[in-house]
């Protein structure tokens, strides 16, 4: 209710018969409270069943009520239940919808009994100008890396592809076949370590409902992304079709210097694969990112996945090196051991995810120029 603000009047969790489940209201008085709600569970069982009429299949994903007074806003809680906020009647439907998602998937998750996370993030929504001028002070603004930074990491790409498992498996090493569809977003967190190089980063993971109903809220959620992963399934053409769209949609309002890379998921059902690693590469080098693919049921190069963006993110606060080092005695350059050995390190491990020949002569001629630094104490 705190990110909210004072438009929130009233929260329930209702049954799809419109029963209150459980509520929370600003009112003080118990006595007050309780015929606030009697009033207003009345209210939402007859808004609900005239929602739910409105389709066939008596379900509704998400929607909205006005009254004179009140405008009720329903998000759909999983199978039996139903996210209910009531508002002042001026509200903004489009600051709500995004913190309504997020609540309701929690609230879905709670019911079957799947993992929650406890955070509920500050959602900002910005004017074009405040927009370029946060940007522009990024881009002017020269950070130290710091182990302690937090890196946003979003999910995107069409639904049921396999965002929520890849997840799963790498942040709770589990994989579940029964599919259940992220309502809004779904927010996690992982710290990747690299011992050989005595650092980590630490990810705050969106994983990001892909179907058209949540649309309006996907900007909203993927607004100062660091990194991201664009993923299709390699049995679903319209999928992989839609990476663009995708593309398009991330790169409009995430952070600058933005990290992607492109999976292909699901390689472990080979007998139902549409779209082959050739074409996934090529598509990958059109858009200028990385390619890997990927199997969240195998814990096929999960991991793997989200190494890399880590090592990108560590890359970016690493100051590039010349091409060449003068060897001579009064140098410019100064590096201390650890730096050296971080560096080797670092460069050593790149190798390790490099596809293409043109990256592994880079990362070779660099581990040559070190090197050299080291072999003459520069």
């Known amino acids: 209710m705190q990110e909210v603000g004072d438009s929130l009047i009233s929260v329930m969790v209702v049954d799809k018969d419109g029963l209150v489940v459980h509520h929370l209201t600003r009112e003080s008085s118990k006595s007050e409270e309780q015929e606030f709600i009697g009033a207003f569970s009345s209210l939402v069982q007859l808004i609900l069943k005239r929602i739910t009429l409105n389709f066939d299949i008596g379900t509704f994903g998400a929607g909205t009520f006005d009254t004179d007074k009140y405008r009720f806003i329903f998000s759909e809680a999983g199978l039996d239940h139903v996210l209910v906020s009531i508002h002042d009647p001026l509200t903004s439907i489009d600051s709500i919808f995004p913190y309504a998602y997020m609540a309701a998937d929690k609230i879905a998750r709670i019911f079957d009994g799947r993992p929650v996370s406890p955070v509920v993030p500050k959602i900002i929504r910005e004017s074009e100008y405040e927009k370029l001028k946060r940007k ?96 299709f399934d390699i049995t679903n053409r319209t999928s992989f079709e839609n990476v663009k769209k995708w593309y398009d949609i991330i790169t409009r309002v995430a952070s600058p210097n933005l990290i992607l890379i492109l999976a292909g998921n699901k390689i472990d059902l080979v007998s139902s694969r549409v779209i082959s690693t050739e074409e996934g590469a090529k598509l990958a080098k059109e858009l200028g990112v990385f390619y890997m693919e990927t199997s969240a049921k195998t814990n096929d190069r999960i991991d793997e996945v989200f190494e890399w963006l880590a090592l990108h993110l560590i890359n970016l606060k690493i100051e590039n090196l010349p091409d060449e080092i003068p060897i001579e005695k009064k140098s410019d350059y100064i590096i201390t051991d650890s730096q050296l050995k971080f560096l080797t390190q670092y460069f050593k491990k790149q190798l390790d995810y490099c596809i293409d020949e043109t990256e592994i002569k880079k990362y070779l001629k660099l581990l040559e120029v070190l090197k050299s630094v080291e072999k003459n104490k520069l």
């Open 136 to 231: 522009m002070d990024y881009l002017q603004k020269k950070q130290a890396y710091s182990p302690k930074y937090v890196y946003k990491l979003s999910l995107v790409g069409d639904g049921g592809v396999g965002k929520t498992s890849m997840v799963q498996r790498y942040v709770n090493g589990i994989f579940s076949e029964d599919y259940l569809a992220t309502i809004g977003t779904f927010i996690s967190k992982k710290e990747c370590k690299f011992e050989e190089l005595n650092t980590s980063v630490r990810f705050m993971i969106w994983d990001l409902a892909g179907q058209e109903q949540f649309k309006r809220i996907w900007p909203d959620y993927l607004t100062d992304t660091n990194t991201a992963i664009i993923v």
